[in-house]
């Protein structure tokens, strides 16, 4: 299992979990079982067409981009928002 | 300092001299105001005297009779059938106020004429019936029960998810690592502090500026100086309910923006009124306008607590962060935990972030938004620490530094950072072994931290027939960075900076390019420009194949050189160009990427002294040394001013600048004479260091280096101010009447 | 209103233009003579972006009005080069970096000029006393008063020759 970390924009819709535990060996399948354990990031991480824009996803502290990155059962998921600055 | 790993550049690290350079010593450089189109109408804008408001109607009759007025517009305008000015977005509604204002300053109405002056007077014309409200201006009682609210539709998002009262809380964010709580108990030392800071401007010196022409096809031409072509067309789109592929939008040089460049104020306003009037109209704000009516960034409330073993290891490390977001929901607050702690290894962590809507002009970025307050506290807080057990705060930052691997607040290991490299090379520095002597005088020190972002970039390259290149882009140029591209495309292709000719191009002509903001040029659409140079390798070692007769895989390109597989055929890329598309078809080839979100953070370390008068409370700069991990400095002498110009800016924010509001919530400093910014008098010459730890995410090693310079002066000053007084300062800014005030001199 | 008849040099050249009682000198540059290399930063006189000399003084064009400068010389920064050839104040901005987004730049080299051309051996001390009312967002100022210290050799020399 890979743990996804969840970021404080999307606790609301965990309940306030912070890390949750997701199975699969690319990134599409974690996040896909993450959204089968709470439906409310349903589209709010990933949609039909990739990464939402407004977040990004790091697998064990590197930027994916393609959702069919592989994950190894340990690694650690990271959500993030995507913000610019100055 | 050069790490002992950096590579050899035959281009970068040099120090050429800008192309756009003669045109802005000689005035003949266009900024944003000084566009002219044939048949120009000029525009104003009326704004709210009230803080907070209904608007019960707006009659612009008289004004739209007056003499020489072509157009007058509302939010009605930009209603879609079936709307009112109620269900405007805030997007809309913060050009041209709806139903409500919520800041003095904000636009209400505007009017195109065939003068400035004629538009002027028949703005005072409109006639606005408000409902006067009570506002709200200080973050903390902005959050209170029974505070005015400026919202009835805002609920807090919470982790346990939205609440059920209308809030002026737009959200509570809460970042935990560890067990903060319990380890708090362990520690053997804890220090506290209750921290503010005031709002400040991003104070570039070019007041906004947009002309826009709308033809009757629907095709919109707009000129502007902005910080990012492509999201101001898109912004003005959604706006106009309008394509965007109908929206060319054409940038002027800019007169600095810091972030505060970013939204979009009178670009779709001109644009409207273009489309009422058939005439190119441009509006330009004055500086009262640029203070009152567009983002400045947040002031904010830090309650914070660090703690650590009696060793100095710190344990933990405790926030409770409001930052004002101004009229409208933003997410300040929510930046803040994303770069509290990023400069320590620290096990226990809780953040806990407020976004707090207040009758001010709805905030926007400055220059590593959120991070300096987040700072002021932080490395008080670590000065505090050290002074409780002894020892010396350098070491004592060095000994707690992150690291590669280290997790920041966002949770995720860093890539390989410099700040252990950054604090190092302040203790071995000339200035912080240099004795300071004399009374009320005190040195301090403070680090940094902004994590600097990819995002999508796009150039386009093309081969000229004399072989040298021209390089397109689509990023604004706030500083130098058409010349720092041209300085990676010369590396990578192997010319001379002279044979490449950079410019920025309109949203037509290039791909998308996203904004000019999180120190992001350099490193993003310098791996565009990177991306393009290989292709055009590539894409001249077709053409060859076919002059040589031999296969494009073989064909070598090293050292600036095309040779054959046999060696007996070569030239230099400028031979070869002159040969390929000289005497060829032309050549243009483009460069896109998607460079990440994340660069892998900048860090900076600032080391300051200062002379407090003790009658008079003026904090003088003595010395000032601002240290960084720049990465590769692509063009050291522009890196330095980067460094030195961000460090000035956070002296300004430290010792004078902050919004004064009258109790009604009106701005009463809206002028560079009384929102008092550093000038040459103020400060000395800013010595810099630049420390070079080449970021493994891009190919010549570049990090952004815009951002992190205005992060440790806050509190560096504070820390100084400290140690030359024996008292320590929580609350911006440090301007002589704080000052006498805390040290007892006159009452609060 | 009726319009004033204004009779001026501007960087050695006569014009002759008609204005407004209430236009300031900046407004008439700007939008009636085409020379925008003069700034607005504020209109209140508080940045010097729009610094010209006037009959040899400094002054910012924003706090003048245009009708007085009848009967005046004016240099403005578009005035300061001699035709291809750069001042050596524009060429020390080049060569010194002394210049980021460029918007305050003009104001900069006519202020900085009016210095050196009355007191050539301006140290670091005066350049900063006499620039205060010049403000630059960009550069925290250093590389700005390097390039004047590193211009005045050439001034004092032209001066001597």
């Known amino acids: 299992m890979a743990t996804v970390i969840i970021p404080a924009v999307l606790r609301p819709v965990t309940g306030g979990v912070t890390k949750v535990d997701a199975a699969g060996s690319n990134v599409r399948e974690v996040i896909d079982d993450l959204v089968r354990q709470y439906g409310g990031l349903r589209d709010r991480v990933i949609d039909e067409n990739g990464v939402r824009p407004e977040v990004f996803i790091a697998v064990s502290g590197h930027e994916v981009f393609d959702l069919a990155t592989a994950v190894a059962p340990d690694a650690e998921v990271n959500i993030l928002p995507a913000i610019a600055g100055g | 300092m050069v790490m002992a790993d950096k590579p050899q550049y035959r281009v970068i690290g040099t120090r050429p001299l800008r192309p756009d350079a003669i045109d802005k010593v000689t005035g003949r450089a266009q900024y944003g105001a000084d566009t002219r189109q044939s048949g120009m109408l000029r525009g104003y804008v009326l704004r709210s005297p009230h803080a907070h408001a209904n608007i019960r109607s707006i009659d612009t009759s008289k004004a739209l009779a007056y003499p020489g007025v072509k157009a007058v517009i509302t939010a009605a305008d930009f209603c879609l059938p079936g709307q009112t000015v109620a269900d405007l977005p805030d997007l809309t509604t913060n050009i041209l106020a709806g139903s409500k204002v919520y800041y003095h300053g904000q636009a209400v109405a505007a009017v195109a004429a065939i003068s400035d002056e004629v538009a002027r007077e028949a703005a005072r014309l409109i006639d606005v019936d408000y409902e006067v409200l009570q506002p709200v201006l200080d973050v903390r009682e902005a959050m209170l029960p029974g505070a005015p609210v400026l919202h009835e539709a805002m609920r807090t998002r919470t982790p346990e998810g939205p609440g059920a009262e209308p809030s002026n809380i737009v959200a509570h964010a809460v970042v935990v690592f560890g067990d903060p709580e319990a380890a708090l108990a362990d520690c053997d030392v804890v220090v506290e502090g209750d921290f503010s800071t005031r709002m400040v401007h991003q104070g570039y010196i070019e007041p906004q500026a947009a002309t826009a022409m709308w033809n009757p096809d629907g095709q919109v031409t707009i000129w502007t100086a902005h910080q990012g072509s492509f999201p101001a067309r898109q912004a003005t789109a959604t706006i106009l309910n309008h394509p965007s592929s109908k929206i060319k939008v054409v940038l002027t040089e800019i007169g600095g923006g810091f972030g505060g460049k970013i939204a979009v104020y009178l670009e779709p306003v001109a644009a409207m009124l273009s489309k009422k009037t058939g005439h190119p109209v441009k509006l330009q704000m004055d500086r009262v306008d640029v203070f009152e009516g567009t983002g400045p960034t947040p002031g904010t409330s830090i309650r914070a607590k660090l703690g650590a073993t009696k060793d100095g290891n710190f344990k933990v490390y405790m926030a409770d962060m409001a930052y004002e977001n101004g009229a409208y929901a933003g997410t300040a607050a929510n930046y803040a935990t994303m770069v509290a702690t990023a400069c320590y290894d620290i096990e226990h962590v809780r953040l806990d972030g407020y976004d707090v809507v207040v009758n001010k002009p709805r905030t926007q970025d400055y220059r590593a938004p959120s991070s300096p307050a987040a700072a002021f506290a932080m490395e008080q807080l670590v000065d505090q620490m050290a002074e409780k057990l002894n020892m010396d705060p350098e070491k004592l930052r060095l000994q707690n530094s992150s690291r590669e691997g280290t997790r920041g607040s966002m949770g995720m290991p860093f890539a390989r950072i410099g700040h252990e490299e950054i604090v190092q090379a302040a203790l071995d520095s000339d200035h912080y072994n240099s004795p300071l002597e004399g009374p009320n005088r005190g040195r301090g020190t403070a680090s940094g931290y902004w994590f600097n972002v990819g995002l999508r970039s796009s150039v386009n390259v093309t081969v000229q027939p004399d072989g040298t290149v021209a390089l397109s882009v689509g990023s604004t140029d706030l500083s130098g960075t058409r010349t720092s591209l041209a300085m990676q495309l010369a590396e990578t292709i192997g010319v001379d900076f002279e044979d490449v000719k950079a410019a920025v191009v309109d949203t037509d002509s290039v791909g998308y390019n996203d904004v000019t903001a999180g120190s992001r040029v350099t490193f993003g659409t310098g791996m565009a420009t990177y991306e393009a140079g290989k292709n055009l390798i590539a894409a001249m070692k077709e053409r060859l194949a076919t002059t040589w007769n031999v296969p494009a895989d073989d064909i070598q390109f090293e050292a600036g050189k095309f040779s054959s597989p046999d060696g007996s055929k070569s030239g230099t890329f400028k031979e070869i160009a002159q040969l390929v598309v000289g005497r060829g078809p032309g050549l243009t080839v483009s460069g896109s990427v998607n460079a990440g979100f994340l660069q892998g953070g900048g860090f900076a370390h600032h080391i300051v002294d200062v002379e407090v008068d003790p009658d008079t409370g003026k904090v003088q700069i003595l010395r000032y040394t601002a240290i960084q991990d720049v990465g590769t400095a692509i063009h050291p002498a522009y890196v330095e001013g980067q460094l030195q110009g961000g460090a000035v800016q956070g002296i300004g924010w430290a010792l004078n600048e902050e919004y004064f509001y009258d109790d009604n919530g009106r701005m009463l400093n809206s002028s560079f004479l009384d929102y008092r910014m550093p000038t040459t008098l103020d400060v000395p010459m800013i010595d810099t260091i630049l420390v070079e730890v080449p970021n493994p995410l891009h190919p010549y090693g570049v990090r952004g280096v815009g951002e992190p310079p205005i992060v440790p002066p806050l509190a560096a000053i504070a820390n100084a101010v400290a140690h030359a007084t024996g008292v320590r300062q929580y609350q911006l800014p440090m301007s002589p009447r704080r000052i006498l005030q805390t040290t007892g001199k006159i009452e609060e | ?161």
């Not at chain 3, 204004?6 to 407004?27: K, M």
């Not at chain 3, 920064?77 to 104040?89: K, Q, R």
């Not at chain 3, 050539?120 to 004047?148: F, M, S």
């Open chain 3, 1 to 161: 209103m009726s319009k004033h008849h204004v009779i001026t040099r501007i960087n050695g050249e006569q014009v002759e233009f008609l204005t407004d009682p209430g236009t300031s000198l900046l407004s008439a540059l700007r939008d009636q003579l085409g020379l925008t290399g003069s700034k607005e930063g504020c209109n209140n006189g508080n940045c010097g972006a729009c610094n010209v000399v006037l009959n040899g003084e400094l002054v910012n064009s924003c706090c003048v009005l245009a009708v007085e400068i009848n009967g005046a010389e004016l240099t403005t920064i578009e005035g300061v080069a001699d035709g291809d050839n750069l001042h050596p104040l524009q060429q020390s901005f080049i060569n010194d970096a002394a210049l980021q987004c460029g918007i305050c730049t003009p104001g900069f080299i006519v202020a900085a000029k009016a210095l050196l051309e009355r007191e050539p051996d301006a140290d670091e001390a005066r350049i900063r006393h006499w620039l205060a009312g010049n403000l630059c967002r960009c550069t925290g100022y250093d590389k700005i008063v390097q390039a004047v210290l590193d211009a005045a050799p050439e001034m004092r020399a032209a001066a001597r020759a």
